[in-house]
């Protein structure tokens, strides 16, 4: 049973537009999330994290929204650029932070 | 470079057979973490160890054991490997034990792509 869930598989966005990367989960004692980015032949790469006190945290062009009612949160990018063009990884953990789970992973494509 | 090193970088071997990948983590880190990614799915967690100690197991085969050594490097073993097995295995480390977010993120090494033929 997967407690992260990424439904789209992949993603194509133009170069300058936003890119919205969404990310379900299951188990509500969830208390951190995290997105991570993974270049092809590379590990993932931690890029925004977000706690459950919060609804929204911005790192330049990277914002993640948290709606904890509807236990589901996204990444926005914007603007897009084709160095973006990797594959996103939304991961979850509780306060005792034992585990990191993992959702499948969206593939974005960036088109100049 | 991330810090963490993995090795060997690929590995193909015969179905039955037992291997061992290694891992060092990032200078400082006392936590190390072991996913396994297969085709199609995302980062399966295996198993925790913290300062030499087991701290979490997650979906683990019995087939598989690791440890962590006084130096805090890591080994992962997989013995009687099946077909199913081949993935890429992939080896993390954080400051501590405890919430992977903020100073204790955990930060991933580029994986060991294991091929069971």
């Known amino acids: 049973d997967q407690q992260v869930k990424q439904n789209s598989p992949s993603l194509s966005v133009q170069e300058g537009r936003i890119s919205i990367l969404n990310c379900d989960y299951t188990?509500?004692?969830?208390?951190?999330f995290l997105w991570y980015k993974k270049y092809p032949a590379e590990g993932p790469t931690f890029l925004i994290s977000i706690s459950s006190i919060k609804d929204k945290n911005e790192d330049g062009r990277f914002t993640v929204f948290l709606n904890k009612s509807a236990k589901h949160l996204s990444l926005h990018i914007v603007p897009s650029q084709p160095g973006d063009s990797a594959v996103y990884f939304c991961a979850a953990a509780n306060q005792a932070g034992t585990a990191l789970i993992f959702g499948k992973g969206t593939t974005l494509s960036v088109s100049s | 470079d991330s810090g963490v090193t993995q090795t060997p970088k690929h590995l193909i071997t015969a179905t039955g057979q037992r291997v061992t990948l290694r891992c060092s983590p990032r200078?400082?880190?006392?936590?190390v973490y072991w996913y396994q990614q297969s085709l199609d799915q995302g980062l399966q967690f295996l198993i925790q160890?913290?300062?030499?100690?087991?701290?979490a197991k997650g979906n683990i085969l019995e087939r598989f054991s690791a440890q962590q050594f006084p130096d805090l490097h890591s080994e992962l073993n997989l013995s009687s490997l099946e077909l199913g097995d081949s993935a890429l295995y992939f080896c993390?480390?954080?400051?501590?034990?405890?919430?992977?977010?903020?100073?204790?993120?955990?930060?991933f090494g580029a994986g060991s792509r294991l091929t069971v033929l």
């Open positions: 200078s400082g880190d006392l936590s």
């Open positions: 188990n509500s004692m969830f208390d951190y």
């Open positions: 160890y913290y300062n030499g100690e087991e701290r």
């Open positions: 993390a480390s954080s400051l501590r034990t405890g919430v992977p977010s903020g100073a204790n993120v955990l930060t």
